[in-house]
């Protein structure tokens, strides 16, 4: 081959490669018209849907998601419920017997397809439990759209997860993943995961939605409300304009969102205000003694967003609504479905920072969480504790707003039953250890590189990875990335021990010798993880002296951190279970020595950590 061909073949093959790792994503419009049989229980839907291809490749089928046929005996839920017993999620189960097993059925969930077309032309379909595979007319060519119409019929399930019909604390309707939902494609193919009743991925779209329903129904929703002016709830001087049949029609509009959820019910009010550089805030809730906390939202809720605007990047949308109406809590786009009976106002806002902060790590940064729900809850859960830290500072002056995540961390690590947080969020064997593997390793997964990198380089990753991938769906990889880049770090050997194994962390003061004009400390690593090591001393005049042990495998030192100024030793090789370290410290000069004074280190045994000098 001559040198010019080798050379053309060369070019040609990094554009190809290129074109085919070029980042897209699928788009979507949706316009429904609903009308709902409040008394049955049912609603019948229309639905006129654009659908846009921007990948580079051609597709013959798509899938929708029809989430309620879960809801239902011998279903797949409820087959993995009854598998796992005691194991499973508890509010699937009563007495570690599937609640879905005991659905009456008339109450069972359904989402009946009557027909659906592309571009006029039938279609054929196949149901597989929660997954429509829908065979297409007509090929949809990379960067092109085609449109979908179709009629279908639901009946509202039993509350048991998330969705259904009158909740433990009598909402009438909660209506989430209600609709047949096109599935996401992108790079990994399509995300046909079967609901199971855990987590979710699709393409951001735009929503038309017309809801009619009985007028003595108030709505909440996530969107704008096009007509607040002629329905009940949103405006004190409404001229609520019904039908034949007395129901009002709801206009709602979004853009750019994952999903559109609402909920309804006859004793809903309504508390709206505007939080400074956004958004507009609804507060859809039962006023009665048990929902006091939701009278005393407001200023939290206002010092929530902008705290979250700050640090994590600015709230895209223009409204967000906290309704009432879940099993717990659950996020949706631009609002949240949560319990509203509160013993206090943290509780509650613990509730509402969490699933607030959804709104970033999961809606506007969009990650497939049914493949990695370490990052959707994970970042998540760090968001909220960081909040809560703001919100409702600790009398005891706990030094990070971690320490107790760390601790449960270290308390379940003791059970012996932790799972990879690498595996598909459904396919964990334990409730308990899908928790911690994607709601704590995922938090601490941050913790860890703040004390990795230093906590000023993690706040500008996190800022990085919002500016670079929102209204995107980034992976870890795309995150890794950035915080590589911003510290400089060779970070890969941290996030394949701590994401993709169970193996801990374990470091110790295994010796210390007082000298004449010095002090001699030997540390051991006695866990599987290596760790860059942040070592200090506190004098008997209470001064602390903190010296850092780099970790090889970085390669580059951290040189700052909002825990204070330290010194940088020689580093400390993976592959060398001992370092010892001698300080300009006599014993007369020391009170304290240790191991992270900042209690960030997820180490699993802090017994043999500090030495009190005495």
């Known amino acids: 081959m001559s040198k010019g061909f080798l050379g053309l073949f060369l070019l040609l093959f990094s554009i190809v490669s290129a074109q085919q790792n070029a980042y897209y994503q699928q788009s979507a419009k949706y316009r429904m018209d609903i009308d709902v049989n409040a008394e049955k229980f049912t609603y ?46 508890s509010r699937l189960q009563k007495n570690g017997i599937s609640r879905l097993a005991s659905i009456p059925k008339d109450q069972e969930g359904a989402q009946n ?21 829908v065979y297409l007319a007509e090929p949809i060519k990379s ?70 329903i009985n007028k003595e129904y108030v709505i909440g929703a996530g969107g704008i409300l096009e007509n607040p002016a002629e329905v009940k709830g949103y405006d004190p001087a409404a001229k609520i304009k019904t039908d034949k049949d007395k129901k009002v029609s709801w206009k709602w509009t979004a853009k750019n969102i994952l999903d559109f959820a609402w909920s309804a019910d006859r004793d ?24 006091k906390a939701w009278e005393e939202a407001q200023p939290y809720v206002t010092k929530y967003f902008q705290i979250m605007n700050a640090h994590f990047g600015k709230y895209v949308y223009p409204t967000y609504a906290f309704i009432q109406g879940g099993d717990g809590g659950m996020e949706y786009g631009m609002c949240t479905m949560i319990l509203g009976e509160a013993k206090n106002i943290e509780g509650l806002m613990g509730l509402m920072a969490h699933e607030g902060a959804h709104s970033w790590y999961q809606q506007m940064l969009a990650t497939n969480e049914s493949m990695r729900p370490w990052m959707d809850e ?108 911003v510290s400089g770090m060779d970070l ?68 700052k951190d909002i825990y204070g100024d330290f010194t940088t030793l020689k580093y400390w090789p993976w592959t060398q279970k001992e370092y010892t370290l001698t300080i300009p410290y006599t014993k007369s000069q020391l009170a304290v020595l240790g191991i992270d004074f900042s209690q960030r280190l997820a180490d699993v045994n802090m017994e043999d950590n500090f030495v009190d000098v005495k």
């Open 492 to 559: 890969k050997w941290f996030q394949n021990y701590w994401i993709n194994t169970t193996k801990t962390i374990d470091y110790g003061i295994k010796d210390v010798k007082y000298e004449a004009k010095s002090t001699t400390i030997i540390l051991v690593n006695k866990g599987q993880v290596p760790m860059p090591i942040d070592f200090s001393v506190m004098t008997t005049d209470k001064k602390v002296v903190t010296y850092q042990i780099p970790l090889n495998m970085t390669h580059t030192w951290k040189d």
């Open 113 to 133: 397809i009557h027909w659906i077309k592309q571009n006029g032309k039938d279609l054929k379909v196949e149901v597989q439990e929660t997954i429509m595979k």
């Open 143 to 212: 960067h092109s759209s085609t449109t979908f119409t179709m009629e279908w019929d639901a009946v509202i399930p039993q509350q048991i997860r998330r969705s259904g019909r009158n909740n433990n604390e009598g909402v009438d309707m909660t209506m989430t993943q209600w609709y047949p939902k096109i599935a996401e494609y992108d790079y990994d193919g399509w995300a046909t995961f079967d609901y199971i009743g855990r987590e979710f991925h699709a393409p951001f779209s735009d929503f038309d939605v017309t809801i009619k």
């Open 44 to 89: 019948e839907g229309k639905q006129t849907f654009e659908y846009t291809n921007n990948s580079p490749d051609e597709l013959n089928v798509v899938y929708f998601h029809l989430y309620w046929n879960a809801f239902k005996p011998n279903s797949m839920m409820d087959q993995r419920v009854a598998g796992q017993g005691k194991n499973g999620d």
């Open 268 to 291: 809903y009010t309504i508390k709206s205000f505007d939080v400074q550089g956004g958004p507009k805030v609804y507060l859809v809730y039962q006023k009665n003694d048990k929902t």
């Open 378 to 485: 994970g970042f998540t859960s760090y968001a909220e504790g960081y909040t809560m830290y703001q919100l409702f500072p600790p009398a005891d002056q706990i030094p990070n707003p971690f320490a107790k995540t760390l601790e449960a961390y270290r308390n379940f690590i003791k059970k012996g039953i932790e799972e990879p947080a690498v595996w598909l969020g459904d396919h964990h064997d334990n409730g308990s250890a899908y928790t911690y593997a994607s709601y704590v390793k995922g938090e601490l997964y941050l913790v860890q590189l703040g004390y990795i990198m230093g906590e000023q380089n993690l706040a500008e990753t996190l800022k990085q990875y919002y500016d670079q991938w929102n209204l995107k769906h980034p992976s870890d990889r795309d995150f890794l990335h950035i915080a590589q880049k």
